[in-house]
């Protein structure tokens, strides 16, 4: 993994770092199981215009609860069939279905996996909420191919991690996210981190 080099991007990474601690604060939950959330790009609605978010993901590393060893930040753009406008998206959820898809970069870059299943417009959805979505997920991509890290999980004996969603009635948003354990498995590494993503009608 690689750390961020320009100073902005460190900037970046504290103000995350600190949104993360600050966000599983304030709510004090930890999710766990729900709906299963597709692998990006392909789950999504094809309908109307097309809406483009511009946004950040960032993955780091936890030994015993603290970001430690690696940690990466990448922007990505993800561009997804909407029934009208950003706002549109953000009233009314950007799946058939009603639910809310998180915008994803493509790997081999990190990538996310996470669908909101008791979506109901701009707002915060804490932990206690999320807890309805199963397979909300992070992915890192190495030379041993893809690794998936689970915020949530219905496997049995699973470690379920901690997320929040903050979604602005224009499109815009972002997820905090700490405790996603590789394949779910509490020995074994876990990563935080920071989705951001603005949006573009």
Not at 25 to 54: L, R
Not at 166 to 182: I, M, P, R
Request: proline letters at 5%; aromatic letters at 6%.
């Amino acid at each position: 993994m690689t750390k961020p080099e320009s100073s902005s991007a460190r900037g970046a990474l504290r103000v995350g770092m600190a949104l993360l601690g600050l966000a599983l604060a304030v709510t004090g939950c930890s999710s766990a199981g729900g709906k299963t959330a597709g692998s990006g790009p392909a789950d999504q609605a094809v309908v109307g215009m097309t809406d483009t978010f511009h946004g950040t993901i960032y993955v780091s590393s936890q030994v015993n609860g603290q970001p430690s060893s690696w940690h990466v930040i990448k922007t990505f753009v993800d561009r997804m069939a909407d029934i009208g406008n950003c706002a549109t998206l953000a009233k009314k959820g950007d799946l058939a279905d009603g639910d809310f898809l998180v915008p994803s970069g493509q790997a081999p870059e990190p990538t996310d996996s996470i669908v909101v299943t008791d979506f109901r417009g701009p707002g915060t959805y804490p932990p206690a909420t999320l807890k309805n979505d199963k397979s909300d997920s992070i992915y890192v991509t190495e030379k041993a191919g893809q690794l998936r890290y689970d915020i949530t999980t219905s496997a049995k004996g699973a470690t379920p991690g901690k997320e929040v969603l903050f979604l602005d009635a224009d499109g815009s948003g972002e997820v905090v996210y700490s405790e996603a354990h590789l394949d779910g498995a509490a020995k074994e590494p876990a990563v935080a981190g920071l989705i951001s993503w603005s949006c573009t009608s």
